[in-house]
Each structure stands twice: as C-alpha cells, then as structure tokens.
C-alpha cells in the first residue's frame, strides 16, 4: 500500500489548504493516520493523527484550533485542512499510517509543498 498527499501550495499568510492522503492497494486499513511535516532545515515532526476506529484526533500544540483532520467513511483518504495559515507552517507535509499502538508509521509517501508568504 503506498500513501500519496497531495493539495499542496503556494497561499498568503492567513489562506487556507485542504490537503489529501490517498491510499492505492486493496484492504487497506490502519491504527492510526497521521500527516507530519519537514520544514526547511527542521527534523520532521508530528502535526495531527486520526484514528481509524472512532474517528479520535491528536494535533501538534503549534496547529491545534487552526488545522482540522479527518477521513472519507471508508478511511481510504484523509484530509488535512489548514486554516489561518502562517509562514511558520511552510513545509514539505507527509502522510503515514500505524498498523497498532505499538508499531511505528510506516508507509510514508511522497510529500506535497505548502508554502506560506507572508
């Protein structure tokens, strides 16, 4: 199963984004979802998390009230839409899947660009 974001950008400070994680392949399923992202110059790190049962979020502090995630009824494709956006959150952004509580994400797919100006 390969994972694809996509819906990147480039958007004013303030402009919203709408990202989209695909999966290809059949019976796909998961723990949990989760989309990361990679600054320039920056480690990678955790922006938000979905779980495929219940539909229970976990958001990084820095875009908790202004990014909403969620997924499609058969959990195929997520989303990631991104409010009130800042230069902060310029980024190449990821998506990735847990297969368990204990497993690490895996499935990483190619990133897709946000940029933001200010």
């Known amino acids: 199963v390969q994972l694809q974001a996509s819906g990147g950008g480039l958007v004013q400070a303030g402009g919203s984004l709408r990202l989209s994680c695909a999966a290809s392949?059949?019976?796909?399923?998961?723990?949990?979802m989760g989309w990361f992202r990679r600054a320039p110059g920056k480690e990678r790190e955790f922006v938000a998390a979905i779980f495929y049962r219940g539909g229970d979020t976990e958001y990084a502090d820095a875009v908790k009230g202004r990014f909403t995630i969620s997924r499609d009824y058969a959990g195929k494709t997520g989303y990631l839409q991104m409010n009130s956006l800042n230069p902060e959150d310029t980024a190449v952004y990821y998506c990735?899947?847990?297969?368990?509580?204990?497993?690490?994400?895996?499935?990483w797919g190619q990133g897709t660009l946000v940029t933001v100006s200010s």
């Open positions: 990735a899947v847990k297969k368990g509580l204990s497993t690490p994400y895996m499935n």
């Open positions: 392949g059949r019976n796909f399923s998961y723990y949990k």
